[in-house]
């Protein structure tokens, strides 16, 4: 008899990214309270924590010098400085959750993500589109905390950021999140079952194939 087909140990390394106003991280959060094999990547910065933050849950709280120190190891997938402060993903912690099996998401901004594809080619790169450039414009507004020139600034960036989708290996319409939701979800199961992904199994049960020909 055949032995049971294993599954692939490694987990799958998903990157989310999409223009403000696109509803990535209402997708990011729909997406983790729905699966329990899927768990969020936490950044490190060097900002202080706001009221209520925790080290560790909401970023992993450094110094500049200690920042700059991993950086300067290769300890991030990718980084950012922001107004002042530094931003990045420590690649030690995704590739702990990796190896143990589950998988990880990140929600990073699409520079941050190209960065992230440099050195994780097997990466799930997912870009997560508004159904038209008005709705876009309309969930912006509905936020209400843009200024005309910020709100006008957004969607022009949103313009350009759009023509980065090729650059990624699929592309999600989020016009209801429950359906963006079932589409990743799709998205994972068949990046589950490729064959590269599975290289072990598909050995094993070639083996097995061969013997039960021969000797049963």
Same mark, same amino acid.
């Given at each position: 008899m055949m032995n049971?087909?294993?599954?692939?140990? /490694?987990g799958l390394l998903i990157v989310i990214s999409g223009? @403000?106003?696109?509803? /990535?991280?209402? $997708?990011c959060k729909a997406l983790l309270e729905k699966r329990q094999d899927i768990e969020v990547s936490v950044s490190a910065t060097t900002r202080n924590p706001r009221d209520g933050e925790i080290d560790g849950v909401n970023y992993h709280f450094l110094k500049k010098e200690d920042f700059l120190k991993k950086l300067e190891q290769g300890d991030f997938l990718e980084y950012a400085q922001v107004?002042?402060?530094?931003y990045g993903t420590p690649k030690s912690n995704v590739e702990e959750v990796l190896e143990s099996g589950k998988n990880v998401i990140l929600e990073i901004d699409i520079q941050g993500a190209l960065k992230v594809k440099e050195k994780a080619t097997e990466g799930v790169f997912i870009f997560i589109l508004p159904p @038209?450039?008005?709705e876009l414009k309309q969930r912006i507004i509905k936020r209400g905390s843009e200024t005309p020139e910020s709100l006008m600034t957004r969607f022009k960036s949103? *313009?350009?950021? $759009?023509? *980065?989708? @090729? /650059?990624?290996?699929y592309a999600v319409v989020n016009d209801n999140v429950e359906d963006a939701v079932h /589409? $990743?979800?799709?998205?994972?199961?068949?990046?589950?079952?490729?064959v590269d992904r599975l290289k072990e199994t598909v050995i094993e049960s070639k083996e097995d194939i061969i013997h039960e020909q021969l000797y049963d």
């Amino acid at each position: 008899m055949m032995n049971n087909m294993r599954h692939c140990n /490694k987990g799958l390394l998903i990157v989310i990214s999409g223009p @403000s106003g696109a509803g /990535k991280g209402t $997708i990011c959060k729909a997406l983790l309270e729905k699966r329990q094999d899927i768990e969020v990547s936490v950044s490190a910065t060097t900002r202080n924590p706001r009221d209520g933050e925790i080290d560790g849950v909401n970023y992993h709280f450094l110094k500049k010098e200690d920042f700059l120190k991993k950086l300067e190891q290769g300890d991030f997938l990718e980084y950012a400085q922001v107004y002042g402060n530094f931003y990045g993903t420590p690649k030690s912690n995704v590739e702990e959750v990796l190896e143990s099996g589950k998988n990880v998401i990140l929600e990073i901004d699409i520079q941050g993500a190209l960065k992230v594809k440099e050195k994780a080619t097997e990466g799930v790169f997912i870009f997560i589109l508004p159904p @038209s450039m008005e709705e876009l414009k309309q969930r912006i507004i509905k936020r209400g905390s843009e200024t005309p020139e910020s709100l006008m600034t957004r969607f022009k960036s949103a *313009y350009q950021e $759009i023509n *980065y989708v @090729s /650059k990624y290996n699929y592309a999600v319409v989020n016009d209801n999140v429950e359906d963006a939701v079932h /589409k $990743i979800e799709c998205i994972l199961t068949a990046e589950m079952c490729r064959v590269d992904r599975l290289k072990e199994t598909v050995i094993e049960s070639k083996e097995d194939i061969i013997h039960e020909q021969l000797y049963d």
